[in-house]
């Protein structure tokens, strides 16, 4: 059964910086695009950044730019988003999913609260 | 980027309606266009991939279509399991702009 499980999410401080963490099984990491998508409270899906199999391209929403990584591991069935410089409005559940394109396989999200 | 746009916003149906949604992009996304399906607390989970294949294991009542700009998913005869909000995503261009979604719930 594919399983995708984020965590990494809580409560952070305006400036401050969090590191999600996405654990894969069921099904090969190192085959598939991942992504990280975004949904605020009281607002709509938002695609944040996606990652090639091998790491060697990475793209994000212009929003994040500069401020979120996303990264991987391969041999430990993970995907990572390093979130910088936090404001308000990144506040949102982050979820991660499995593909490029359309998206096959998502978990119920991480929260990420940030507020002073 | 890609705007999308969805209509309506929200709608109120009943048990054995038949619903459609409307999707369109502010260009031409050739079949880059794909539906998703959230309820709340629950991940989100793809119905139909490009414009009209039907994900596996979503029962045939959902179906889509369209091309270049304008697009549809349709639900014929809603169960209640189908009461959700619903989000079209195109994947032309980066980024992979979601529409704002379309609630569906019980009249």
């Known amino acids: 059964e594919v399983q995708v499980v984020e965590s990494g999410g809580g409560l952070v401080q305006p400036g401050g910086s969090l590191r999600l963490s996405c654990a894969a099984s069921?099904?090969?990491?190192?085959?598939?695009?991942m992504t990280w998508v975004r949904q605020a409270p009281g607002k709509g899906l938002e695609w944040v950044a996606n990652i090639k199999q091998d790491g060697s391209e990475k793209y994000y929403v212009d929003s994040v730019k500069g401020r979120f990584t996303i990264s991987r591991d391969n041999a430990k069935n993970s995907l990572y988003l390093q979130m910088s410089s936090l404001t308000a409005e990144d506040t949102a559940m982050y979820h991660c999913?499995?593909?490029?394109?359309?998206?096959?396989?998502w978990g119920q999200g991480t929260l990420v609260t940030v507020s002073s | 980027d890609i705007q999308m746009t969805q209509s309506p916003s929200s709608l109120s149906a009943s048990v054995g309606d038949r619903v459609t949604i409307t999707c369109r992009a502010s260009q031409s996304i050739s079949n880059y266009l794909h539906w998703y399906q959230h309820k709340p607390g629950k991940a989100p989970k793809v119905m139909i991939y490009a414009v009209s294949s039907l994900q596996s294991g979503v029962p045939s009542r959902f179906s889509g279509s369209g091309s270049g700009t304008d697009f549809t998913l349709t639900i014929t005869s809603l169960q209640p399991e189908d009461f959700a909000t619903y989000y079209c995503q195109q994947t032309y261009n980066i980024p992979f702009t979601f529409g704002p979604g379309t609630k569906v719930d019980i009249k």
């Open positions: 069921g099904f090969t990491l190192s085959r598939n695009w």
């Open positions: 999913a499995r593909g490029q394109g359309w998206l096959d396989d």
